[in-house]
């Protein structure tokens, strides 16, 4: 009987060792394979960086040599006008591509500063910003209650930046453009919206949505570059919240986000 007991308890030790060397077999590739990725995020976001840098440089001249060319106009066909001014508007197209990709690729190494965010005070500086520009002249725009919230302001901000830009880009070839800015009241967690009345999207693809360069619409019908929502996606994680979003094509969309860092 005392043969069966050492027995017994020696096979229950060996297989708690295989289990503990097994368990610490795991734990080492875990930690191998996430600093192999995150070497790899790093390289990729210098690359990027390092890229975006390079293309400014030929881009300039381009630009440069269009103005000089358009200002000193005598001599050229409307033709010559015409295309030299379509590629000055493409140089200018790419230079902004390349703004946000900068952007994008810098969030990844930016250091998040949590701090009570007063939302309706960035919506407003973000609108006068707007207005200055004259990108609300013929849009409605309605901010309902908006509650305070923690989280980095300068990263929030661009967050409303992008969202408001293009609920009020999307809306424009309306004949009564207008968005809504707001917050839920029957969930748990605090959740904004802007919400307009524009083209809007299918729900069947709304998968693409938050994709880098990922469009829904043709260049011809709405500028944009596909970097913005995929900007907004990547500062809400970060912010341990989701963004997601609603529509009906030609009736507008309803683009959510929550914030859960504190």
């Given at each position: 009987m005392l043969l069966g007991i050492v027995q017994d308890i020696t096979e229950?030790?060996?297989?708690?060792?295989?289990?503990?060397?097994?368990?610490?077999?795991?734990?080492?590739?875990?930690?191998?394979?996430?600093?192999?990725?995150?070497?790899?995020?790093?390289?990729?976001?210098?690359?990027?960086?390092?890229v975006s840098h390079?293309?400014?440089?030929?881009?300039?001249?381009?630009?440069?040599?269009?103005?000089?060319?358009?200002?000193?106009?005598?001599?050229?066909?409307?033709?010559?006008?015409?295309?030299?001014?379509?590629?000055?508007?493409?140089?200018?197209?790419?230079?902004?591509?390349?703004?946000?990709?900068?952007?994008?690729?810098?969030?990844?190494?930016t250091q998040i500063?949590?701090?009570?965010?007063?939302?309706?005070?960035?919506?407003?500086?973000?609108?006068?910003e707007f207005q200055s520009a004259d990108m609300t002249r013929k849009t409605k725009i309605d901010i309902s209650n908006i509650l305070p919230a923690r989280g980095d302001s300068s990263l929030i901000k661009q967050v409303w930046v992008n969202l408001l830009s293009n609920a009020i880009k999307y809306s424009s070839k309306k004949d009564a453009p207008m968005v809504e800015v707001g917050m839920l009241n029957n969930t748990n967690v605090p959740t904004w919206y802007v919400k307009d009345n524009g083209a809007g999207f299918n729900m069947e693809y709304s998968s693409k949505l938050f994709g880098v360069f990922q469009r829904l619409h043709k260049q011809d019908e709405f500028d944009g570059t596909g970097v913005g929502l995929a900007l907004v996606q990547r500062i809400i994680v970060r912010h341990g919240g989701k963004v997601w979003a609603e529509s009906t094509l030609n009736e507008g969309a309803t683009f959510y986000f929550t914030l859960t860092n504190e």
């Open positions: 229950r030790k060996k297989t708690e060792y295989e289990i503990l060397s097994l368990n610490a077999g795991l734990e080492k590739k875990v930690s191998e394979r996430t600093a192999q990725l995150e070497a790899v995020n790093k390289e990729l976001e210098a690359f990027s960086y390092s390079d293309l400014r440089a030929p881009l300039r001249i381009i630009d440069g040599f269009a103005t000089i060319l358009i200002e000193d106009a005598d001599g050229l066909t409307e033709r010559m006008m015409k295309n030299i001014k379509t590629i000055a508007r493409n140089a200018n197209r790419m230079g902004q591509l390349i703004d946000d990709l900068l952007n994008f690729s810098r969030l990844g190494r500063k949590i701090a009570e965010v007063d939302m309706r005070g960035l919506i407003e500086q973000v609108l006068d």
